[in-house]
């Protein structure tokens, strides 16, 4: 059975991990001893025109990807581009001449990239280990998003809040970690930080490699009878969906395979790394073709 924390002990760890806040001086400190302004860390949200120029040109990319449409017998259509891709001349013109302003305090942006980073860690099917050697959940992607936005704002959820209030949005802003930033600056620095601070209070964590699942809702079992509202049609409806599931499940095995060889050709994820970096060892779970 998989162990979670409490919300109190979710922030009770939070707050021993940063008891100046995300963005405490002790942080700023360690991670950027010459200030925020002057930071690489700062280029996570304020990325130069050659930066917003490649994304921009990966934006186009995926769009192209979403228009290609696959048939039943697995032939692909291609829909006619409707955008050309971005002019780089164009393009870099206007992203040099827009000022660089920043919304936030130093501290606010510095503990936006921690908390970011943090969810990369403490989320995405990762585990914490405690010292007795036992795993623990922050919670789900969804819920540790949300602990992170509450921490960062200073304000605990209150004992007679609904967490799964999909009206509350505050968790959006952590969730799925640092991956629209991730390729804009080196984050090592933030992720050894985290870990050396684990690793203070005793704790050890266990790497996942990312693997899509598939979630799928039947209908609640009753008393009745199996003969009962027996309908012919639907039963072949129902066949079918389960040789689509089937093979959809099938394909992302294939993908998580092909996913595994591709990661034995590559240096390990920055993640990875800063945890040998800061612990001497690689993570449990890494690397993961190895049992």
Same mark, same amino acid.
């Given at each position: 059975?998989?162990?979670?924390?409490?919300?109190?002990?979710?922030?009770?760890?939070?707050?021993?991990?940063?008891?100046?806040?995300?963005?405490?001086?002790?942080? !700023?400190?360690?991670?950027?001893?010459?200030?925020?302004?002057?930071?690489?860390?700062?280029?996570? =949200?304020?990325?130069?025109? !050659?930066? #917003?120029?490649?994304?921009?040109?990966?934006?186009?990319?995926?769009?192209?990807?979403?228009?290609?449409?696959?048939?039943?017998? +697995?032939?692909?259509?291609?829909?006619?581009?409707?955008?050309?891709?971005? +002019?780089?001349?164009? =393009?870099?013109?206007?992203?040099? *001449?827009? %000022?660089? *302003?920043?919304?936030? *305090? +130093?501290?606010?942006?510095?503990?936006?990239?921690?908390?970011?980073?943090?969810?990369? &860690?403490? *989320?995405?099917?990762?585990?914490?280990?405690?010292?007795?050697?036992?795993?623990? /959940?922050?919670?789900?992607?969804?819920?540790?998003?949300? &602990? &992170?936005?509450? $921490? $960062?704002?200073?304000?605990?959820?209150?004992?007679?809040?609904?967490?799964?209030? $999909?009206?509350? @949005?505050? /968790?959006?802003? =952590? /969730?799925?970690?640092?991956?629209?930033?991730?390729?804009?600056?080196?984050?090592?620095?933030?992720?050894? @930080?985290?870990?050396?601070?684990?690793?203070?209070?005793?704790?050890?964590? #266990?790497?996942?490699?990312?693997?899509?699942?598939?979630?799928?809702?039947?209908? %609640?079992?009753?008393?009745?009878?199996?003969?009962?509202? /027996?309908?012919?049609?639907?039963?072949?409806?129902?066949?079918?969906?389960?040789?689509?599931?089937?093979?959809?499940?099938?394909?992302?095995?294939?993908?998580?395979?092909?996913?595994?060889?591709?990661?034995?050709?590559?240096?390990?994820?920055?993640?990875?790394?800063?945890?040998?970096?800061?612990?001497?060892?690689? %993570?449990?779970?890494?690397?993961?073709?190895?049992?």
């Amino acid at each position: 059975m998989e162990a979670w924390f409490t919300e109190e002990e979710a922030f009770a760890l939070l707050k021993k991990l940063f008891p100046e806040g995300l963005g405490g001086a002790d942080v !700023e400190a360690a991670l950027c001893p010459e200030g925020w302004s002057k930071s690489a860390l700062r280029l996570a =949200f304020h990325p130069t025109p !050659e930066q #917003q120029f490649a994304e921009a040109l990966r934006w186009h990319k995926n769009s192209l990807r979403l228009l290609s449409l696959r048939r039943k017998d +697995d032939t692909e259509t291609t829909l006619p581009d409707p955008n050309p891709p971005p +002019d780089r001349e164009t =393009f870099m013109a206007e992203a040099r *001449s827009r %000022p660089d *302003s920043q919304d936030e *305090s +130093d501290e606010r942006e510095l503990g936006r990239l921690v908390g970011l980073c943090l969810w990369d &860690i403490l *989320s995405d099917n990762h585990d914490l280990v405690l010292p007795d050697g036992s795993r623990k /959940y922050l919670g789900s992607f969804r819920a540790t998003a949300g &602990i &992170i936005a509450d $921490f $960062f704002s200073g304000e605990e959820s209150s004992d007679n809040e609904d967490p799964w209030d $999909f009206g509350r @949005m505050d /968790y959006c802003e =952590f /969730y799925m970690g640092t991956w629209a930033v991730g390729g804009r600056t080196d984050l090592a620095p933030v992720y050894r @930080m985290i870990f050396a601070r684990l690793r203070t209070t005793g704790l050890d964590w #266990q790497y996942a490699f990312p693997k899509l699942g598939v979630i799928r809702f039947k209908k %609640p079992e009753t008393d009745d009878p199996e003969w009962a509202g /027996y309908d012919p049609s639907a039963a072949l409806e129902e066949e079918e969906k389960e040789r689509e599931h089937a093979k959809f499940e099938a394909d992302l095995e294939e993908a998580h395979r092909e996913s595994l060889e591709a990661a034995k050709k590559r240096a390990p994820p920055v993640i990875v790394t800063a945890y040998h970096e800061t612990f001497g060892y690689y %993570p449990p779970g890494w690397p993961p073709w190895e049992p």
